[in-house]
């Protein structure tokens, strides 16, 4: 249950809506006072949300900071890679499809190449709310052998299907393995709701976010005053872990 209507309630809580509401209210309205207000507050959000400097400064508050690899002192026996990279690929079922936070894939690769990891655990199964029996994990398990991890450092977690899930049967994987020795890959904005879900079922590892949206202040015009759909994106982000976070608390997840 809790599943289902975090998933729903990520889809309908999110900037383009809430502004196209508004909208729908300035046609709509039953009176004038109505749809004046509803068209004053949907110009608001539309420029609220569509501005990229503005979106940035919200970005850069929630991601958690990247991790230099100077600062890794010694290699981590396992890499955790969390799921969330692939594409809807029905059309075209002999190849994988990858595509915004690919850089979980790529960073956690080359973590391997530099020996900083010695082996991987890539969790996730499907998170899709229909009856879809796609696993990820196991789809991109060929993708990093193609890639030149050799198979035998390879483990998949291909039951869990949201962020507590992953913590849950990636640990349940690692029995007996010293959390220090492991290091936790997903995307900077995800990491916060993920390292949390760990370290509250006592599995204090360390972090690498990758896959970063925020970017250093930019005073230029377009950024500061024209209106953008990246900021719209940035803000889908943003809203989509926002609601985690508080879905999280409440349900102890976190």
């Not at 383009?16 to 004046?36: A, Y």
Request: proline share 4%; hydrophobic share 45%; aromatic share 10%.
């Amino acid at each position: 249950m809790f599943f289902i209507l975090s998933k729903t309630i990520g889809i309908l809580i999110r900037p383009l809506i809430l502004t196209s509401i508004g909208f729908l209210f300035t046609l709509l309205g039953r009176t004038e006072r109505i749809r004046k207000s509803s068209f004053a507050i949907s110009l608001i959000l539309f420029f609220f949300f569509s501005n990229e400097f503005i979106a940035n400064e919200a970005m850069t508050l929630l991601e958690s900071p990247m991790v230099p690899l100077s600062s890794i002192k010694s290699p981590y026996e396992w890499g955790i890679m969390l799921c969330g990279v692939t594409k809807s690929n029905e059309q075209m079922p002999d190849r994988v499809m990858i595509g915004g936070a690919a850089d979980r894939v790529n960073h956690t690769i080359m973590l391997y190449k530099k020996g900083l990891i010695r082996k991987i655990l890539i969790s996730g199964g499907s998170g899709r709310m229909t009856g879809n029996k796609f696993s990820e994990a196991t789809a991109l398990l060929n993708v990093f052998t193609m890639m030149g991890v050799p198979a035998v450092d390879i483990q998949i977690e291909s039951e869990s299907r949201n962020t507590y899930e992953n913590a849950k049967e990636s640990i349940r994987l690692l029995e007996g393995v010293n959390p220090k020795n492991c290091v936790l890959i997903t995307s900077a904005s995800h990491m916060p709701r993920s390292i949390r879900c760990f370290r509250k079922q006592n599995f204090d590892c360390d972090a690498f976010p990758v896959d970063t949206h925020h970017h250093p202040r930019e005073f230029t015009i377009d950024v500061l005053l024209i209106p953008s759909l990246n900021g719209f994106s940035t803000w889908d982000t943003i809203f989509r872990e926002t609601i985690g976070l508080v879905a999280y608390k409440l349900a102890g997840y976190i």
